[in-house]
């Protein structure tokens, strides 16, 4: 969102989230203003279309592979203990209505990287990890090596994110990031190509 004006492609294997990326290009901010804060997916009015339904069941847990129905244990137990948790609340929803006016000009291509157009562009690819991680996607079947000499050929800009660990690329470290209450860490890593 730092640079709006900037034309985007999407590029998604994933029916849901290619979905929901259709349903925010475009939706107005009244719209997604109207849809009402539950805890679980069923509560949602008939009007609220699939997209929007997907998006609120993704808001109901972080770092998952598919849209949830409810809320997640782990973020209700972040409110009992006090912590901040997102979930489809008020701020999401009016954080979602805010940004989609940027995004209306976005396209959105149901497909894999191959379908990409061959132009230069800052290129980022988030592909799901090559280890256990990345097994949960629904579309994690992927010839890393194939992806890895199609990354090197993209004209322009290219950032590759990976986890610690992955050798189809010469990746670096990036960060490292707590997830919840458990403590858990993830190493990022990156390839970049300028």
Known sequence: MRYPDRNVILIETYPVIAEI????????????????????????????????????????????????????????????????????????????????????????????????PDVPATWFIDPPYNNKAGSYYVHSSLDFPKLGEWCKTRPGQVIVCENEGATWLPFMPFATLKSGLNGRVSKEVVWLKN
């Not at 539950?38 to 847990?61: I, K, S, T």
């Open 21 to 116: 990326w259709r349903y925010l290009i475009g939706v107005s901010r009244a719209e997604v203003l109207r849809i009402p804060l539950v805890e679980h997916v069923d509560d949602l009015p008939g009007w609220v279309p699939q997209g929007a339904r997907w998006l609120v069941g993704f808001a109901m847990n972080n770092a998952t592979v598919s849209p949830c129905r409810r809320l997640s244990s782990g973020r209700k137990r972040m409110a009992l203990a006090g912590r901040k948790y997102e979930g489809w609340t008020d701020a999401q929803r009016v954080c979602v209505a805010n940004q989609v006016e940027h995004i209306c000009h976005w396209k959105i291509i149901e497909g894999d990287y191959s379908q990409a």
